[in-house]
């Protein structure tokens, strides 16, 4: 069964730094990659998605996220981030073929001034 | 823009009472999808729904039953609610499984 690790619970940094999110999957077969974010006392945005292509994602706000097939890791970055990227961020995986939706447990990125 | 909509964002119910929690959706969605997220659970699928009165439990059906009589509603049923219920529940749409879902703002659930 497809599972998804994301090792940080937490990621502090300095506003207009560098930030990369790390996530790995357990299934690279047929898997459809997302990363949401979920701002404080809000519902969950999609950030960007791979399905097929290009393994080089860009999203909104910046965000960009490179499929790497052979580490099975689909990692979120940022070149300059802001106050207002301050959220919860969760990636997310899908089998093709299936509904459900495989959620990694958060990081929670903390951008201060 | 998709829209979802949960009817509720914070709810306090007490332990045995029947709590129903409604979701509606604007975009004519085949799928529907509910949610509990809890902290260092990341979010848990309770229930789905691919078309109107047809259901699939998700991960942690147990407790929990959904009702779906119109396309564009999903409602999600405690029976006989219970504190270990206590979370917060996200309802989601997508227009098919290639398609990402679409997520409500959630509902904060309290049982006491």
């Known amino acids: 069964a497809q599972s998804v690790t994301q090792l940080d619970s937490q990621v502090p940094v300095f506003e207009e730094a560098p930030v990369e999110l790390r996530c790995n999957y357990s299934?690279?077969?047929?898997?459809?990659l997302f990363w949401y974010v979920q701002y404080p006392n809000q519902g969950l945005q999609l950030l960007l998605k791979y399905l097929s292509g290009s393994t080089l994602v860009k999203g909104i706000n910046g965000f960009e996220a490179e499929f790497n097939k052979s580490q099975t890791s689909f990692h979120l970055r940022k070149p300059s981030v802001h106050i207002s990227d301050t959220a919860e961020y969760f990636c997310?995986?899908?089998?093709?073929?299936?509904?459900?939706?495989?959620f990694g447990t958060g990081t929670r990125l903390l951008v201060s001034p | 823009d998709v829209k979802v909509t949960q009817s509720s964002r914070y709810l306090v119910k007490r332990t045995g009472e029947k709590v129903f929690l409604e979701c509606v959706q604007d975009m004519d969605h085949e799928n529907m999808f509910w949610y509990r997220q809890d902290p260092g659970l990341g979010l848990r699928l309770i229930y789905f729904s691919y078309d109107v009165k047809m259901k699939e439990k998700g991960d942690i059906p147990e407790g929990y039953s959904v009702s779906r009589e119109k396309k564009e509603r999903f409602s999600l049923i405690l029976e006989s609610a219970s504190t270990n219920q206590t979370s917060m529940y996200l309802c989601?749409?997508?227009?098919?499984?290639?398609?990402?879902?679409?997520f409500g703002p959630g509902t904060r659930l309290t049982v006491t």
């Open positions: 299934s690279s077969v047929s898997v459809y």
């Open positions: 997310v995986a899908k089998n093709t073929g299936f509904q459900k939706l495989v």
């Open positions: 989601a749409s997508s227009l098919s499984e290639l398609y990402e879902q679409y």
